[in-house]
Nanobody
Framework: VQLQASGGGLVQAGGSLRPSCTAS????????MAWFRQAPGKEREFVAA????????YYADSAKGRFTISRDNDKNTVSLRMNSLKPEDTAVYYC????????????????????????WGQGTQVTVSS
């Protein structure tokens, strides 16, 4: 599956952005999806994940209460609504997809690991100014 991310940008602290990712090539609903981010000089870190149907979502502590992940399987898209943005949210944000063969329990236990995602978008830059 090919993933194309868009919707990043420059915003002031306290503002909002909604990057999204469009998939092509395979049945989108067969894949769990996630967002990761990577700031300069830091390792890629988990932000949010969503199950195949969207019934289950998971968040990093830094994202809870401010970010919302959602998906539209008819439109082959996954989005990340980000509110109350902080300068420390500045990073390149990557969408990722994986696991047509995963069980629910496996995904529930491993959603935050980069290793379970086989497909990655090119990233979209999010910059939050203070």
């Amino acid at each position: 599956v090919q993933l194309q991310a868009s919707g990043g940008g420059l915003v002031q602290a306290g503002g909002s952005l909604r990057p999204s990712c469009t998939a092509s090539g395979r049945t989108f609903g067969d894949y769990v999806m996630a967002w990761f981010r990577q700031a300069p000089g830091k390792e890629r870190e988990f932000v949010a994940a969503i199950s195949w149907s969207g019934s289950s979502t998971y968040y990093a502590d830094s994202a809870k209460g401010r970010f919302t992940i959602s998906r539209d399987n008819d439109k082959n898209t996954v989005s990340l609504r980000m509110n109350s943005l902080k300068p420390e949210d500045t990073a390149v944000y990557y969408c990722a997809g994986g696991g047509p063969s995963y069980s629910r329990n496996y995904f529930r236990s491993n959603y935050y690991k980069t290793q379970i995602y086989d497909y990655w978008g090119q990233g979209t830059q999010v910059t939050v100014s203070s």
